[in-house]
């Protein structure tokens, strides 16, 4: 900001200006009357309150102060910043989309699902590499495993396919537990897994066909038996405050006559409670005649404040934790291992109770 003044004790408004930390440039006293300089932006407000009050005239224009360095290189700094620029939006593109371990999936149809979630090539993908997998797994429940990989501006795909079968007049054997395979005896049908996997519930261990000499698969009904190390998990958690509805000990009854099954008309009662449980039942008024009433007894409730005491409750929470666990457990052979641990948090408790025992998994 370059301001021209005229008139009368400039050198005292300059000294004012000094006082007030305002910095000048370029400062120029042509005569007693005549000065000119120039000062940052952000000092505009406060240099034009002292002029005002000095009752000087004056001129403004605003020029544009550019440091030498960045004027002299401007071409240099400008190339620099696109060149910035352009190397960030084009990392952001993809330009492949490669696709490794199909075999009976089409890397096409792969590449139009990913299209129509929004990820193909020549444009911008800000997807994440699991946000990917999700939607791959989502889409294919023939995927086992997948995992995505994001390298320069290519997408790399890596999958592995379930082993499938044509669907038969048998279902295949699925394990009832999570647990890690210790023994696989197959009498009829194809194993899909092996000795040292790990399998959750509902993954197929069985298969319900045979491959015979000629490499054709025979539908049959699968038998087998499926061992391995049973994991049982049971989590109970108890909130230090909570709140349980109890009866205050009011509550009103409403009354519906009928004869026969024809309703006559009801009594003039009517429930105003917030909060309320009801219990209904008959009454039969006359012997000689179906005549006879609904009654419905409406109770309040009001909430009730319960703080725990953590410390005392510790080994019932416990107990509680291990008697659901043992509620969930198969048949098994033999206990290897149980354990149950508590966490005390600032609002809650939590006991878990983890149990493993040797067991049939697909029982």
């Not at 593109?93 to 199909?102: A, E, S």
Request: with cysteine.
């Amino acid at each position: 900001m370059r301001f021209e003044l005229h008139g009368y004790d400039l050198d005292n408004l300059i000294k004012k200006l000094y006082l007030k930390k305002v910095t000048l440039y370029n400062l120029i006293k042509h005569t007693n009357e005549h000065l000119s300089f120039e000062i940052d932006d952000k000092d505009e407000k406060k240099v034009k309150r002292y002029i005002a009050n000095f009752k000087v005239n004056r001129s403004l224009s605003k020029i544009k102060r550019i440091p030498k360095v960045i004027a002299t290189n401007v071409g240099i700094l400008l190339g620099v910043f696109i060149g910035i620029i352009f190397a960030i939006f084009v990392s952001n593109y993809t330009w492949q989309i490669r696709i490794y371990g199909t075999i009976e999936l089409n890397e096409a149809d792969i590449v139009q699902v990913l299209k129509d979630n929004g990820i193909s090539t020549g444009k911008i993908n800000l997807t994440s590499s699991e946000e990917i997998e999700n939607i791959l797994l989502n889409n294919y429940d023939r995927i086992a495993q997948v995992s995505v990989i994001k390298q320069g501006t290519a997408i790399i795909i890596n999958l592995s396919e379930k082993l499938v079968y044509t669907e038969t007049e048998y279902e295949p054997i699925t394990a009832k537990f999570n647990g890690l395979v210790t023994d696989v005896n197959i009498i009829t049908g194809t194993s899909n897994v092996k000795v040292g996997d790990y399998v959750n519930i509902g993954d197929v261990l069985v298969l319900p066909f045979n491959i015979n000499s000629n490499g054709e698969r025979v539908s049959v009904e699968p038998l087998a038996e499926i061992k391995g190390q049973i994991f049982i998990i049971n989590k109970i958690e108890l909130k230090r405050t909570e709140y349980i509805l109890k009866r205050t000990g009011k509550s009103i009854k409403t009354y519906k006559y009928k004869l026969f099954d024809l309703n006559l008309f009801s009594g003039k009662s009517k429930n105003s409670f917030a909060l309320f449980e009801t219990v209904s039942y008959n009454e039969n008024i006359s012997r000689l005649i179906p005549f006879s009433r609904e009654v419905s007894v409406y109770y309040e409730l009001s909430p009730v404040e319960i703080v725990h005491n953590f410390e005392s409750e510790k080994e019932e929470l416990m107990t509680k934790s291990k008697e659901g666990a043992y509620e969930l457990l198969p048949q098994y052979e033999h206990l290897i291992d149980e354990k149950t641990v508590v966490s005390v948090f600032e609002d809650s408790m939590c006991a878990t109770t983890t149990i493993t025992v040797e067991g049939i998994i697909n029982d």
